[in-house]
């Protein structure tokens, strides 16, 4: 649908993850307007709406017309429902999590809305089974013409069961009881985030958890996912079902510790999550390179590869406006094989020059760079035969441990922390920010850090560095809220 560079598959990637962020972007607004009707009309009439959006967006994206039919107006249409999406997504979370939350009794809002966070995970899991369903059942040109059609219709059956189940919910016990009594805020918004200390706790409940959530929740499912089909070059029904088994054996923590967290506190497992995370990222997703993929590992060690350019960019968000250099094709074709190489000043002429073992490429020719990377023995996709099955799902799930250590207690933090007359909108927008913007741009960042410097690990620095922060400032200067009463005039 998108009007991409045929000669540079990072390229088209990186214009994909943009039309992926999109919807990630706006999130942050969805819950200002959504937050805010929340806190003015209620909990349970704003949970409908959102859903009823995000919902009719989703099985709009299904029975889109292609390029080829009406031109630039097909991505332009996509974008407007991955805007959509957003903008209900930015309302839905903080409602189910304050709805859930005013519901539960307390000494149980961590177990209670650690249930939240499975739904998240199981959707994901349930995206990837109809997928790669639709993959077994169909080739890839049928899959690539219209099957990836069949599971956007097929939300519409999931629509319609939740709205059927969220008219028949009572308003929060808590809110009703507020408005009842005149008590309710009229202006969440100045309230929220032009009243101290209100406002430092939202700036302290972004720096301090959720950017930090975020990422961690991200690296450990999407961009592991990434990782595997698209730099180990793993084939995508045998990464699915890696991934997917990961979620099976995960998920049952998000209440583990969600209820842990009523014990021992919230905020004490999300940093420990943030910590752990850090430490051990590079070593985990060198250890699924050597799992999952060991010729390509070995490839690597025994031949060196150096480019040698000048004009290379760094490109992030992709389109029509993006211009490519050949140094720019060279490395995007490099980083696609999932190899790493270095960057050595460019010769007098400024020409891309590549060495690949001793294979010397001059200028930009794919043809050329194909011919190389079979000289030197490049193994390409990963040998299904040579896969340490057992080691590979154990990293994996050991990354959603770590999902499920900062994700289970975020929504009885973030409820806690504000009051009820301003909560819907006070936790919508740094969860939102935290994730839809430092946590959904991950696979975009990541992927273009990659690229320009040339190590097939070096976008890992994002999650780590943003987790290091969320560790620091919610150490020194978040303090613990489990045993805070939810009452209507805190």
Same mark, same amino acid.
């Given at each position: 649908?998108?009007?991409?560079?045929?000669?540079?598959?990072?390229?088209?990637?990186?214009?994909?993850?943009?039309?992926? $962020?999109?919807?990630?972007?706006?999130?942050?607004?969805?819950?200002?307007?959504? %937050?805010?009707?929340?806190?003015?009309?209620?909990?349970?009439?704003?949970?409908?709406?959102?859903?009823?959006?995000?919902?009719?967006?989703? =099985?709009?994206?299904?029975?889109?017309?292609?390029?080829?039919?009406? %031109?630039?107006?097909?991505?332009?249409?996509?974008?407007?429902?991955?805007?959509?999406?957003?903008?209900?997504?930015?309302?839905?979370?903080?409602?189910?999590?304050?709805?859930?939350?005013?519901? +539960?009794?307390?000494?149980?809002?961590?177990?209670?809305?650690?249930?939240?966070?499975?739904?998240?995970?199981?959707? =994901?899991?349930?995206?990837? $089974?109809?997928?790669?369903?639709?993959?077994?059942?169909?080739?890839?040109?049928?899959?690539?013409?219209?099957?990836?059609?069949?599971?956007?219709?097929?939300?519409?059956?999931?629509?319609? =069961?939740?709205? *059927?189940?969220?008219?028949?919910?009572?308003?929060?016990?808590?809110?009703?009881?507020?408005?009842?009594?005149?008590?309710?805020?009229?202006?969440?918004?100045?309230?929220?985030?032009?009243?101290?200390?209100?406002?430092?706790?939202?700036?302290?409940?972004?720096?301090?958890?959720?950017?930090?959530?975020?990422?961690?929740? *991200?690296?450990?499912?999407?961009?592991?996912?990434?990782?595997?089909?698209?730099?180990?070059?793993?084939?995508?029904? &045998?990464?699915?079902?890696?991934?997917?088994?990961?979620?099976?054996?995960?998920?049952?923590?998000?209440?583990?510790?969600? +209820?842990?967290?009523?014990?021992?506190?919230?905020?004490?497992?999300?940093?420990?999550?943030?910590?752990?995370? @850090?430490?051990?990222?590079?070593?985990?997703?060198?250890?699924?390179?050597?799992?999952?993929?060991?010729?390509?590992? +070995?490839?690597?060690?025994?031949?060196?590869?150096?480019?040698? +350019?000048?004009?290379?960019?760094?490109?992030?968000?992709?389109?029509?406006?993006?211009? =490519?250099?050949?140094?720019?094709? @060279?490395?995007?074709?490099?980083?696609?094989?999932?190899?790493?190489?270095?960057?050595?000043? @460019?010769?007098?002429?400024?020409?891309?020059?590549?060495?690949?073992?001793?294979?010397?490429?001059?200028?930009?020719?794919?043809?050329?760079?194909?011919?190389?990377?079979?000289?030197?023995?490049?193994?390409?996709?990963?040998?299904?035969?040579?896969?340490? *099955?057992?080691?590979?799902?154990?990293?994996?799930?050991?990354?959603?441990?770590?999902? &499920?250590?900062?994700?289970?207690?975020?929504?009885?933090?973030?409820?806690?922390?504000?009051?009820?007359?301003?909560?819907?909108?006070?936790?919508?927008?740094?969860?939102?920010?935290?994730?839809?913007?430092?946590?959904?741009?991950?696979?975009?960042?990541? &992927? @273009?850090?990659?690229?320009?410097?040339?190590?097939?690990?070096?976008?890992?620095?994002?999650?780590?560095?943003?987790?290091?922060?969320?560790?620091?400032?919610?150490?020194?200067?978040?303090?613990?809220?489990?045993?805070?009463?939810?009452?209507?005039?805190?």
């Amino acid at each position: 649908m998108v009007l991409l560079d045929k000669g540079n598959d990072t390229a088209a990637l990186l214009s994909a993850f943009a039309t992926y $962020a999109a919807g990630f972007l706006v999130r942050p607004f969805g819950a200002l307007v959504f %937050g805010r009707i929340g806190d003015l009309v209620g909990r349970k009439y704003t949970f409908l709406v959102t859903i009823v959006v995000m919902g009719s967006a989703t =099985f709009a994206v299904g029975l889109l017309p292609t390029f080829a039919a009406i %031109g630039w107006l097909a991505p332009i249409l996509l974008v407007t429902l991955r805007l959509l999406q957003g903008l209900a997504l930015g309302g839905e979370y903080g409602g189910a999590a304050t709805y859930v939350a005013e519901h +539960a009794p307390q000494g149980k809002r961590g177990n209670d809305t650690s249930w939240i966070q499975t739904a998240a995970t199981l959707g =994901f899991f349930m995206a990837l $089974a109809v997928v790669g369903a639709c993959r077994v059942w169909m080739d890839a040109a049928v899959f690539a013409e219209w099957g990836w059609r069949i599971p956007f219709l097929v939300s519409l059956i999931l629509l319609v =069961f939740s709205i *059927y189940i969220r008219l028949r919910l009572n308003e929060s016990p808590i809110f009703k009881k507020m408005k009842e009594e005149g008590k309710g805020s009229k202006a969440p918004l100045r309230d929220s985030f032009r009243k101290y200390p209100n406002n430092k706790y939202v700036l302290l409940a972004l720096l301090g958890a959720t950017v930090g959530q975020g990422v961690v929740w *991200y690296t450990g499912q999407f961009y592991a996912l990434f990782f595997l089909t698209i730099t180990l070059k793993l084939d995508y029904l &045998t990464a699915y079902m890696l991934i997917g088994a990961s979620l099976l054996l995960g998920t049952p923590f998000f209440i583990v510790f969600g +209820a842990l967290s009523d014990k021992i506190g919230r905020l004490k497992i999300i940093l420990f999550g943030c910590l752990i995370a @850090a430490v051990t990222y590079f070593p985990l997703f060198k250890g699924l390179t050597h799992y999952v993929n060991p010729a390509l590992e +070995a490839y690597s060690e025994k031949t060196p590869i150096t480019v040698s +350019a000048a004009n290379c960019n760094f490109h992030m968000f992709v389109g029509p406006w993006s211009k =490519f250099s050949d140094c720019d094709k @060279a490395k995007d074709f490099l980083t696609k094989q999932g190899l790493s190489f270095k960057s050595v000043p @460019a010769a007098a002429d400024a020409q891309v020059v590549t060495k690949i073992g001793d294979v010397e490429v001059v200028g930009w020719d794919e043809a050329k760079y194909k011919e190389a990377l079979q000289k030197t023995g490049y193994p390409g996709a990963a040998d299904k035969s040579k896969i340490n *099955y057992p080691m590979t799902l154990l990293i994996l799930f050991i990354m959603l441990i770590y999902v &499920t250590m900062v994700y289970g207690p975020i929504a009885a933090f973030l409820v806690e922390l504000f009051p009820t007359r301003i909560r819907y909108t006070s936790m919508s927008l740094p969860y939102h920010i935290g994730n839809g913007w430092f946590g959904g741009m991950l696979p975009l960042l990541a &992927t @273009a850090m990659v690229a320009a410097s040339g190590d097939i690990y070096y976008g890992l620095w994002y999650p780590i560095v943003v987790a290091v922060i969320s560790l620091v400032v919610g150490t020194i200067f978040l303090r613990e809220t489990k045993d805070r009463d939810l009452k209507y005039d805190d």
